[in-house]
């Protein structure tokens, strides 16, 4: 298992795996059901023999339910009376150092049957695109809120693993060290660890890059008190089509690059669009004006949500719709994970009828966020009520670790986060 970082806070990327999150004090009932899945080679396309597969349960901080090893058709199967069918398990098998995951579907009978497919690996850089691109800016308050979504195609049958880096960018060295996450397992951000460059701004993380579409998301949040700002980030890969998004939408932007192409029908912001940018093109363009009002960001963000839909775009398609990227983002600038630093914070408390309060709170929404899981992995409610009202709870839940002066968390740098 890889053991990734980042410089927020101790995050293991499994436990970000939306129905994995925050499931804690779930009770492990006696079924016996049955897990039965295949592994194969994606660069081959052969079953793989003799490989190692683990189950994995979120009780427990990610607990390994049992281990299996491929036979001579890449079969494995999981046959233990502990396994709970109305809970969720993550299969992951780990090929060539590279993390691969499946989630277990149970079926009306409590069985599974699951396909995972890995691939060969290699440290050969391959020719990257990124077919289209995502900057946001949102201007609330004093501060520039700026959110940055690539498309980056791997046109490899092979994975690009590379501990000298795979994903390099550029921004501002004014910035300092940006937030930076990959698209994992169902759409949930991987936090990464951003390493520096030779170059004040640049950038890389060594985030293995599966064939196809991988999307990465850069974030940061930089300084507006002077109603203004210059954005010059770039990357070093050719760039299908880009877009820039402005909030509030009457803020004035001034760029040789981005053209405008009116007002963005979902987020109500000011929209403008670049085709065919070249490696290393900088993102150019100056937004001044005044900024929303600090209570403006909440207010947008709830009337924006229930607005989210799919459009056809390479960015959209893989399920990363431009509002929930906007609710992500905020979400880590609050620079709180709430499913590790919630059990630092409640060993800390000593009983005081205060504190109990505020750790019942927290046990309540934590048993929300449970029970939604464990709805949305039965198909038992829509995907688009499941993450409105995930944000909803996990936004209270940091709400309420912020009120509490001993919850909040001091910031680790760049600690490993264990298995």
């Known amino acids: 298992m890889i053991r990734r970082t980042t410089a927020i806070t101790i995050v293991n990327p499994l436990v970000l795996v939306p129905?994995?999150?925050?499931?804690?004090?779930?009770?492990v009932l006696s079924t016996g059901a049955t897990i039965e899945g295949q592994i194969s080679n994606g660069t081959t396309n052969q079953p793989l023999t003799r490989q190692k597969v683990q189950l994995i349960s979120p009780q427990g901080g990610m607990l390994v339910v049992g281990e299996a090893t491929t036979d001579a058709h890449g079969r494995f199967t999981f046959n233990n009376d502990q396994i709970n069918?109305?809970?969720?398990?993550?299969?992951?098998?780990?090929?060539?150092?590279?993390?691969?995951?499946?989630?277990?579907?149970?079926?009306?009978?409590?069985n599974s049957f699951s396909k995972i497919r890995v691939y060969e690996s290699t440290h050969k850089k391959p020719a990257l695109r990124v077919s289209s691109a995502r900057i946001i800016i949102r201007a609330v308050g004093s501060q520039a809120h700026v959110q940055e979504l690539y498309a980056l195609d791997n046109p490899l049958d092979e994975t690009y693993s590379n501990s000298q880096g795979t994903f390099f960018f550029h921004v501002s060295p004014k910035i300092g060290t940006p937030?930076?996450?990959?698209?994992?397992?169902?759409?949930?951000?991987?936090?990464?660890?951003?390493v520096k460059g030779k170059s004040p701004g640049d950038f890389h993380i060594d985030y293995a890059l599966r064939p196809g579409m991988n999307v990465m998301m850069v974030a940061y949040n930089t300084d507006y008190t002077g109603?203004?700002?210059?954005?010059?980030?770039?990357?070093?890969y050719p760039i299908g089509r880009a877009e820039l998004f402005v909030f509030p939408p009457d803020l004035t932007v001034t760029s040789n690059l981005f053209t405008p192409a009116g007002k963005?029908?979902?987020?109500?912001?000011?929209?403008?669009?670049?085709?065919?940018?070249?490696?290393g093109a900088q993102f150019a363009a100056q937004v001044a004006g005044q900024a929303a009002p600090p209570s403006a960001q909440q207010a947008s963000s709830n009337q924006e949500e229930p607005q989210v839909k799919v459009v056809p775009d390479s960015v959209s398609a893989v399920g990363v719709p431009l509002l929930l990227c906007f609710l992500l983002a905020l979400l880590w600038a609050l620079g709180i994970r709430v499913a590790k630093e919630f059990p630092r914070w409640?060993?800390?408390?000593?009983?005081?009828?205060?504190?109990?309060?505020?750790?019942?709170?927290?046990?309540?929404?934590?048993?929300?966020?449970?029970d939604l899981d464990e709805l949305f992995s039965s198909g038992k409610i829509a995907e688009k009520q499941y993450w409105k009202e995930r944000l909803e709870l996990k936004a209270k839940a940091v709400a309420i670790l912020k009120k509490e002066p001993s919850a909040k968390p001091s910031p680790v740098a760049s600690r490993k986060a264990s298995r």
Do not use: C, W
């Open 346 to 370: 409640k060993a800390k408390q000593h009983g005081s009828p205060v504190q109990k309060k505020f750790q019942a709170k927290m046990e309540t929404i934590l048993n929300s966020i449970a």
């Open 179 to 194: 937030m930076v996450a990959a698209v994992g397992l169902m759409n949930m951000p991987l936090p990464q660890n951003p």
């Open 264 to 279: 963005d029908a979902e987020s109500g912001s000011q929209r403008l669009v670049a085709q065919d940018l070249a490696p």
């Open 85 to 110: 069918p109305r809970g969720f398990y993550l299969l992951q098998a780990t090929y060539e150092g590279v993390d691969y995951n499946a989630p277990v579907k149970f079926n009306s009978n409590g």
């Open 19 to 27: 129905v994995l999150a925050i499931l804690l004090g779930v009770p």
């Open 227 to 236: 109603n203004n700002f210059t954005l010059a980030d770039s990357i070093p």
